[in-house]
């Protein structure tokens, strides 16, 4: 099985210098005072594409060979790992196909489309999404880049982590929101490349919890495609290679319902002025509803991952919270 090392996100950090936004990390003596701790916000919703897909993406493709440009990359996503790909793919000029649910957020299809790439739609819950691009892939010849199960990926995920404790030195616990875990994964080993003492948490949507399953069963635990607000984390399994890092390096998972993500979207928006999508949220919600053990009085990073939702989701979303 492919492996991914602390080596890999710094180089994977060369590769994107220049290229990826360096988001800034926000601070509010309001949010500490509230969770009783201080915390750092990464905000990938400032990302390019508006989240932190955009690094893994880039690493992946930019390593490329001109015969694999030539013939395009394939990849499946509901719609950040989509647009990172379209994107880092336009930038590169490679051909892009990108399989997407038909529910996939207006903005993100739109996105994707933007960037240049063919988007083929499927039915979530329906059709096998995998099984779609693997054909597309065998069909033309192209790379597949998976959203979370490639160590390429995984590296450039985890520059966001290793930018957050450049910029804010000395964390005693890092905060990831967890879909597929790529950018758990790659957080992890940032982390604990840096400073092995370091508490790394995920965050999963209570109807996704299939990481906390996992860690607590020790093998990988599929589950039907969960029913939450949280798109970008509607995984229903993680990967062996994220699996494996995540269980090695993390100290555990915990869930937060669609309020409490409801509730986390609206605070950062009525306090911080910004826009988070609900999975973006995950990590915030975590701290606010004191689902997190052992942070009190700590140094604690959170890592916003995305901003990418509809304005009338949004409004929706946060209303009567």
């Not at 905060?175 to 965050?203: D, K, Q, R, T, Y």
Request: overall charge negative; proline content about 5%; aromatic content about 4%.
């Amino acid at each position: 099985m492919p492996t991914v090392t602390f080596e890999d996100v710094l180089a994977a950090a060369a590769r994107l210098r220049g290229v990826a936004h360096r988001t800034p990390v926000v601070t509010s003596r309001t949010l500490d005072a509230q969770v009783g701790a201080q915390c750092f916000l990464k905000c990938e919703n400032l990302q390019r594409v508006g989240a932190f897909k955009f690094r893994g993406a880039y690493n992946a493709l930019v390593q490329l060979s001109p015969a694999q440009r030539a013939a395009g990359v394939v990849a499946y996503s509901s719609g950040n790992h989509a647009q990172g790909v379209a994107l880092a793919a336009a930038l590169l000029k490679i051909p892009a196909t990108i399989v997407m649910p038909s529910d996939a957020p207006l903005s993100k299809l739109a996105a994707t489309r933007g960037y240049g790439a063919q988007v083929v739609l499927y039915e979530r819950g329906v059709d096998d999404r995998q099984a779609i691009a693997e054909h597309l892939v065998q069909e033309r010849g192209a790379t597949l880049i998976a959203p979370y199960d490639d160590p390429q990926i995984v590296a450039g995920a985890g520059t966001a982590a290793l930018e957050l404790l450049e910029d804010a030195p000395g964390l005693d616990a890092l905060v990831v929101c967890v879909g597929g875990a790529g950018l758990f994964a790659g957080s992890c080993l940032a982390a604990h490349g840096v400073n092995e003492s370091i508490a790394l948490w995920g965050v999963e949507p209570q109807a996704g919890d299939d990481l906390a399953r996992s860690l607590a069963r020790g093998e990988i635990v599929e589950i039907p495609v969960p029913q939450t607000i949280a798109d970008g984390l509607q995984t229903q399994a993680t990967s062996a290679l994220t699996f494996e890092i995540v269980r090695t390096h993390a100290r555990g998972v915990v869930t937060v319902s669609d309020d409490e993500l409801r509730a986390a979207m609206r605070w950062a928006f009525e306090r911080l002025k910004l826009v988070i999508e609900p999975s973006g949220a995950a990590g915030l919600a975590a701290m606010l509803s004191g689902r997190l053990p052992d942070v009190a009085g700590k140094r604690v990073g959170i890592i916003i991952t995305g901003g990418n939702v509809d304005p009338e989701r949004f409004a929706q979303l946060i209303a009567g919270c």
